[in-house]
Structures are given as structure tokens and as C-alpha cells.
């Protein structure tokens, strides 16, 4: 069997001064193994995106962080050498956020950070090549006009355009492992399922491992093998991703199956057919309350 990318042993995370300590992390461990898409779920506060952000080197360095345990990625251990973690960022590791519009710099124009991410892999890469890279990189994330896309501002282009600039960016220099915590969550659904399917598509064509960072076992069901379950700073179960959907053994883990939206195809049933005029708000759809000129 592959050995793991990234592995994790007994991580506990505490925020406060040296006299007055929160613990947030009570010793997680999980690991990843080459080419394999793990994900990480629990709900908001679990623990999950200071997890990533400890293993991408990303938080370490600040005083009021007091991390303990091993973190080792590339035979790096990223609690002692955060810093070299971060250097290594965007070559063999790289990461996606929840909201891609305000992860890209908005001062600059897609083709300048592109060219930087590139510059990260290959510091002697020249503009024109980079260039090349990148309108390729676009082009394999489906965006449909890569030039433009490079002469463009990230306000300029829409969420889920931002968020196939992200994915590209973040796969530019192959890395090894790529962290999404909750890729397009601040986009529709639509969009964030498209989001998905694309990362899966290209991390399954290049042998990337992903570690998924979501709160919705939905979301991971189709893009995962595996799954840990975070409750509270802590593993609560990890299994393969059938294990935890056929035979879920912790109540954490039947809670957040129990959340999961059922689509039965029969649609809202309470909401009338036809939705509202909003040309002509003061016509009433049955079902539709007062019209809107009616409230005072
Ligand atoms: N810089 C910080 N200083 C103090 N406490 C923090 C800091 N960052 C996170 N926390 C706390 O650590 C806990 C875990 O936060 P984390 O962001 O990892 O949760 P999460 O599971 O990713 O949730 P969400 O989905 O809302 O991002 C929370 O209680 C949070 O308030």
C-alpha cells in the first residue's frame, strides 16, 4: 500500500496566553495516503479548518497558537518547521478556499498571480512560458475565453469562474496534496457541485491525494474513500466512505447522515405551482399571502 502524504499523530491545538490556554484540537491523528481523496467532516467549530491550517504551516508561527503533536508532510514535520511547510506551499502542497473571489488578490489581474504560483514551482520560468501554463491550466478547467481570463480582475469574473481559477492554480505545480476546505461553499449549490466534480475529475487524472474539509456527509459521499468524522476537536469514527453511510457507529456520525437534504423528486409541498409575478408584485398567486402593496 501507498505510503500516506500526509500523516497525523495525537494534534492538539490551544489558542490563549501561556497562563490561560482554550483547547481546541484534543489529539486528532488521520492520514492520507498518494492519489487518495480523504475527507475530513464535522459541523462549524469541530476543528477542521485550523487541522488544514496547521498542516498547510499556516498557523504555527503565531504566539498565541500552542500546537503538540506531528504533523509530517514530505518528511517535513510541519508543527516544528512551519515555515518551510509554507515555502513548500503551492509546489507540493497547495490548498482551495470557501470563498475563491476573496481568496485571489483583488489589486492584481489573474495573469500577474498566475505567473507568481508558476514562479513558486519554477523560480526561473519565464513570463511567456508561464503565460503559456496558465492559459492551458484554464483551458483544462473548462473556462472559456483563457486570455481573457487572464486580463481580468477576480471582481471582474463570476464565483464559480473564480473558483475553476483557484482549482487551476492550486493543481499548476502538481502538488502532491491538495487541502479544499469547503471548495464553493459560498456559491450556490449548483456551482459547488460542479466545483467538486471538476477537482475530482483532475486530481483523478494526476494522482493528486485531497484532503476534503466539509460539514455535509452529502458533499463528501460521491468525492471521497474515505471519511473522518471530527466532533468537538476529536476523531469520533473514519472509516471508508460505504462503512460510514451503511453502518454509521457513532450517534455524531447518524446525526450529521440524518442532516443530509432528501431531493425526493416530488418537490416543496407546501408551496403553490406557480411562483411570483415580481413585473407585476400586486398580482396574487394562490397560496401567496397579502400582495406586496398591501403592507403598509
Ligand atoms: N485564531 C483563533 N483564535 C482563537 N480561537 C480560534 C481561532 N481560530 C479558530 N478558533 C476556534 O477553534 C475552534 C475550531 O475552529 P475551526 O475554524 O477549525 O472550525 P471549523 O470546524 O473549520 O468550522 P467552520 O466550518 O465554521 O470553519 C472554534 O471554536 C474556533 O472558535
Same mark, same amino acid.
Given at each position: 500500500?501507498?505510503?500516506?502524504?500526509?500523516?497525523?499523530?495525537?494534534?492538539?491545538?490551544?489558542?490563549?496566553?501561556?497562563?490561560?490556554?482554550? $483547547?481546541?484540537?484534543?489529539?486528532?491523528?488521520?492520514?492520507?495516503?498518494?492519489?487518495?481523496?480523504?475527507?475530513?467532516?464535522?459541523?462549524?467549530?469541530?476543528?477542521?479548518?485550523?487541522?488544514?491550517?496547521?498542516?498547510?504551516?499556516?498557523? +504555527?508561527?503565531?504566539?498565541?497558537?500552542?500546537?503538540?503533536?506531528?504533523?509530517?508532510?514530505?518528511?517535513?514535520?510541519?508543527?516544528?518547521?512551519?515555515?518551510?511547510?509554507?515555502?513548500?506551499?503551492?509546489?507540493?502542497?497547495?490548498? &482551495?478556499?470557501?470563498?475563491?473571489?476573496?481568496?485571489?488578490?483583488?489589486?492584481?489581474?489573474?495573469?500577474? +498571480?498566475?505567473?507568481?504560483?508558476?514562479?513558486?514551482? *519554477?523560480?526561473?520560468?519565464?513570463?511567456?512560458?508561464?503565460?503559456? +501554463?496558465?492559459?492551458?491550466?484554464? #483551458?483544462?478547467?473548462?473556462?472559456?475565453?483563457?486570455?481573457?481570463?487572464?486580463?481580468?480582475?477576480?471582481? +471582474?469574473?463570476?464565483?464559480?469562474?473564480?473558483?475553476?481559477?483557484?482549482?487551476?492554480?492550486?493543481?499548476? *505545480?502538481? =502538488?502532491?496534496?491538495?487541502?479544499?476546505? $469547503?471548495?464553493?461553499?459560498?456559491?450556490?449549490?449548483?456551482?459547488? #457541485?460542479?466545483?467538486?466534480?471538476?477537482?475530482?475529475?483532475?486530481? $483523478?487524472?494526476?494522482?493528486?491525494?485531497?484532503?476534503?474539509?466539509?460539514?455535509?456527509?452529502?458533499?463528501?459521499?460521491?468525492?471521497?474513500?474515505?471519511?473522518?468524522?471530527?466532533?468537538?476537536?476529536? &476523531?469520533?469514527?473514519?472509516?471508508?466512505?460505504?462503512?460510514?453511510?451503511?453502518?454509521?457507529?457513532?450517534?455524531?456520525?447518524?446525526?450529521?447522515?440524518?442532516? &443530509? =437534504?432528501?431531493?425526493?423528486?416530488?418537490?416543496?409541498?407546501?408551496?403553490? $405551482?406557480?411562483?411570483?409575478?415580481?413585473?407585476?408584485?400586486?398580482?396574487?398567486?394562490?397560496?401567496?399571502?397579502?400582495?406586496?402593496?398591501?403592507?403598509?
Amino acid at each position: 500500500m501507498a505510503e500516506p502524504v500526509l500523516t497525523i499523530r495525537d494534534l492538539r491545538l490551544a489558542f490563549g496566553s501561556r497562563r490561560r490556554q482554550t $483547547e481546541v484540537l484534543h489529539g486528532i491523528s488521520l492520514h492520507v495516503r498518494a492519489s487518495e481523496k480523504v475527507a475530513l467532516v464535522g459541523e462549524s467549530g469541530s476543528g477542521k479548518s485550523v487541522t488544514a491550517r496547521l498542516a498547510m504551516g499556516l498557523l +504555527q508561527e503565531a504566539p498565541t497558537t500552542h500546537a503538540s503533536g506531528s504533523i509530517r508532510f514530505d518528511g517535513i514535520d510541519a508543527i516544528k518547521g512551519g515555515r518551510e511547510i509554507a515555502r513548500r506551499r503551492g509546489n507540493r502542497v497547495a490548498m &482551495i478556499f470557501q470563498d475563491p473571489t476573496s481568496a485571489l488578490n483583488p489589486t492584481f489581474k489573474i495573469r500577474g +498571480q498566475f505567473r507568481e504560483v508558476l514562479r513558486s514551482g *519554477n523560480p526561473a520560468i519565464s513570463d511567456a512560458d508561464a503565460d503559456r +501554463q496558465a492559459e492551458a491550466a484554464l #483551458a483544462e478547467v473548462s473556462i472559456p475565453d483563457p486570455k481573457r481570463a487572464l486580463d481580468s480582475y477576480a471582481f +471582474q469574473l463570476s464565483g464559480g469562474m473564480n473558483q475553476r481559477v483557484m482549482i487551476a492554480m492550486a493543481l499548476a *505545480n502538481r =502538488p502532491a496534496l491538495l487541502m479544499a476546505d $469547503e471548495p464553493g461553499t459560498a456559491l450556490d449549490v449548483t456551482v459547488q #457541485a460542479q466545483t467538486l466534480k471538476l477537482m475530482h475529475e483532475l486530481t $483523478e487524472k494526476r494522482g493528486t491525494a485531497v484532503l476534503l474539509i466539509s460539514h455535509n456527509l452529502g458533499v463528501v459521499r460521491e468525492f471521497a474513500d474515505r471519511v473522518y468524522v471530527i466532533y468537538r476537536g476529536r &476523531i469520533v469514527e473514519h472509516g471508508t466512505t460505504a462503512q460510514l453511510f451503511h453502518e454509521p457507529r457513532h450517534p455524531y456520525t447518524r446525526a450529521l447522515l440524518a442532516a &443530509i =437534504p432528501k431531493i425526493s423528486g416530488g418537490g416543496l409541498p407546501d408551496l403553490p $405551482e406557480r411562483s411570483p409575478d415580481f413585473e407585476n408584485p400586486l398580482i396574487v398567486h394562490e397560496g401567496c399571502g397579502e400582495p406586496a402593496g398591501a403592507i403598509a
